[in-house]
T-cell receptor, first 115, second 111 residues
Framework: GAVVSQHPSRVICKSGTSVKIECRSL??????MFWYRQFPKQSLMLMAT?????????EQGVEKDKFLINHASLTLSTLTVTSAHPEDSSFYIC???????????FGQGTRLTVV | AQTVTQSQPEMSVQEAETVTLSCTYD???????LFWYKQPPSRQMILVIR??????QNATENRFSVNFQKAAKSFSLKISDSQLGDAAMYFC????????FGTGTSLTVIP
């Protein structure tokens, strides 16, 4: 099956700093990538949808200036958490798909801890 | 906006028995797909089964099958001959333009 690689798997950063998470589709071209946040024992909350070459579409309540998403190529999307605070600590997951209404393939997730 | 609802936060099943997980959704779109994903403790999301909304026939994948009732907007997952490795969080998902997940059902398999 298609492989999505997410890096890093774990990151600890100091409050006030920024951290970048990468999501790569290794063996297919991802026209659309999704970014999710997951709290312990809860569902995946969609943060934003990004299409290659265009601006990301953010879900209501998600601060676009805080969670910067870039989908520069058909194989790479990045999520940058700017000026991170402890409340941003969470598990972030990306997914990618090749076309509309097809299944999405998921990265391994990134556990972010802000201290 | 699309919503996906799973009304069973937790379910348990005896090994080798059958269990059904429920899911309902709401959408104004006519062309969409539905999925069930499994998330084991590793937190890696694994696709279990997919259903195209335009297909009337229920999808089947080995021990996993769905009961898709489009008019009722219901999409349940049946797991037959449950195995210990089936224990995980199960998420129902909807995709049209975006990709939304239900609240999840934690499945325990009792030996």
């Amino acid at each position: 099956g298609a492989v999505v690689s997410q890096h890093p798997s774990r990151v600890i950063c100091k409050s006030g700093t920024s951290v970048k998470i990468e999501c790569r589709s290794l063996d297919f071209q991802a026209t659309t990538m999704f970014w999710y946040r997951q709290f312990p024992k809860q569902s995946l909350m969609l943060m934003a949808t990004s299409n290659e070459g265009s601006k990301a579409t953010y879900e209501q309540g998600v601060e676009k200036d805080k969670f910067l998403i870039n989908h520069a190529s058909l194989t790479l999307s990045t999520l940058t958490v700017t000026s991170a605070h402890p409340e941003d600590s969470s598990f972030y997951i990306c997914s990618a798909r090749t076309g509309k209404r097809t299944e999405a393939f998921f990265g391994q997730g990134t556990r972010l801890t802000v201290v | 906006a699309q919503t996906v609802t799973q009304s069973q936060p937790e379910m348990s099943v005896q090994e080798a028995e059958t269990v059904t997980l429920s899911c309902t959704y709401d959408t104004s779109e006519s062309d969409y797909y539905l999925f069930w994903y499994k998330q084991p403790p590793s937190r890696q999301m694994i696709l279990v089964i997919r259903q195209e909304a335009y297909k009337q026939q229920n999808a089947t994948e080995n021990r996993f099958s769905v009961n898709f009732q489009k008019a009722a907007k219901s999409f349940s997952l049946k797991i037959s001959d449950s195995q210990l490795g089936d224990a995980a969080m199960y998420f129902c998902a909807f995709t049209g333009n975006q990709f939304y997940f239900g609240t999840g059902t934690s499945l325990t398999v009792i030996p």
